[in-house]
C-alpha cells in the first residue's frame, strides 16, 4: 500500500513527470517507499563492491514512477548499451 500510495503522491501534477535521484551518500536514509525499493536495489548491485570501487560522490539511482492505467508494470533500460552491447 505505501508504494501505491507514494507512486500515486510522486506522479501527481505537483512534480510535472520529474524524476529522482537519490545519491550513494543517502541510501542509508530514504524518505518513503519508493526511496526504500530504489535503495534496495541499488545495495543489490553494489553490495559486493569494495569502498573505492564506486565513487560514493557521483553514484545513486535515478527513479520515477507513471501511474497511468494503459501502462503494464515494466522496467526502462539503457537502450544504448543494449542495442551495443546486448546488455538488459
Given at each position: 500500500?505505501?508504494?501505491i500510495r507514494?507512486?500515486?503522491l510522486?506522479?501527481?501534477?505537483?512534480?510535472?513527470?520529474a524524476?529522482?535521484?537519490?545519491?550513494?551518500?543517502?541510501?542509508?536514509e530514504?524518505?518513503c517507499a519508493?526511496?526504500?525499493?530504489a535503495?534496495a536495489?541499488?545495495?543489490?548491485?553494489?553490495?559486493?563492491?569494495?569502498?573505492d570501487?564506486y565513487d560514493?560522490?557521483?553514484?545513486?539511482?535515478?527513479w520515477?514512477?507513471?501511474?497511468?492505467?494503459?501502462?503494464?508494470?515494466?522496467?526502462?533500460?539503457?537502450e544504448?548499451?543494449?542495442?551495443?552491447?546486448?546488455?538488459?
Open positions: 500500500e505505501e508504494l507514494d507512486s500515486l510522486v506522479d501527481s501534477p505537483l512534480t510535472d513527470g524524476t529522482f535521484w537519490l545519491g550513494a551518500d543517502a541510501v542509508d530514504p524518505r519508493l526511496e526504500e525499493l535503495a536495489i541499488f545495495d543489490f548491485h553494489t553490495s559486493g563492491c569494495a569502498p570501487d560514493v560522490e557521483s553514484s545513486g539511482i535515478e520515477w514512477v507513471q501511474t497511468r492505467p494503459s501502462l503494464a508494470l515494466h522496467w526502462d533500460k539503457d544504448e548499451l543494449r542495442i551495443q552491447a546486448g546488455i538488459f
